[in-house]
């Protein structure tokens, strides 16, 4: 995770900083990070919030925005802290086909990682990409793994 710095983006983890970061002013990164990448209230929710959510969890969602149809995602207001999102890969390559803002509908939790955000697939298979079916066989993920598991699809 990067957060962000006067000279461009801080590294907050070590692992994400290159080896310069480590020999700066006033203690270097470590000291840094402790003052810029305090917890803000969204990542204390989604903290709060991601024990409870599970990877193939189906949640109600009303999608909020879809900037540019065929290319981005749309995103889903869940009536939660944090906001959903269906990447494009999910979605039909069709963009006609995708759900228009104001749509409701159920979603099922493909991803979730630190970021405040739950990456989604859409229970309704016309809402879903032509090939998932194939896709997914191959699809080398834990939410792809899980999903076959579910489904019994080996």
């Not at 994400?16 to 480590?22: R, V």
Request: hydrophobic content about 45%; glycine content about 10%.
């Amino acid at each position: 995770m990067n957060v962000p710095f006067k000279e461009g983006f801080l590294p907050t983890r070590r692992e994400d900083a290159s080896p310069h970061y480590w020999s700066g002013v006033n203690g270097g990164l470590e000291e840094a990070c402790c003052k810029m990448a305090a917890m803000t209230p969204l990542d204390e929710a989604w903290d709060e919030l991601r024990g409870q959510l599970r990877l193939g969890q189906q949640l109600a969602g009303t999608v909020d925005w879809v900037h540019h149809p065929g290319v981005t995602g749309i995103g889903v207001d869940l009536g939660l802290a944090v906001t959903g999102f269906v990447d494009v890969l999910m979605l039909p390559r069709d963009a006609t086909r995708w759900p228009a803002v104001g749509t409701a509908a159920d979603f099922e939790i493909w991803w979730m990682d630190d970021r405040p955000q739950i990456r989604l697939m859409p229970v309704d298979p016309g809402f879903v990409r032509e090939d998932f079916d194939s896709w997914v066989l191959v699809e080398d993920s834990p939410a792809a793994a899980l999903w076959r598991e579910r489904h019994r699809v080996s």
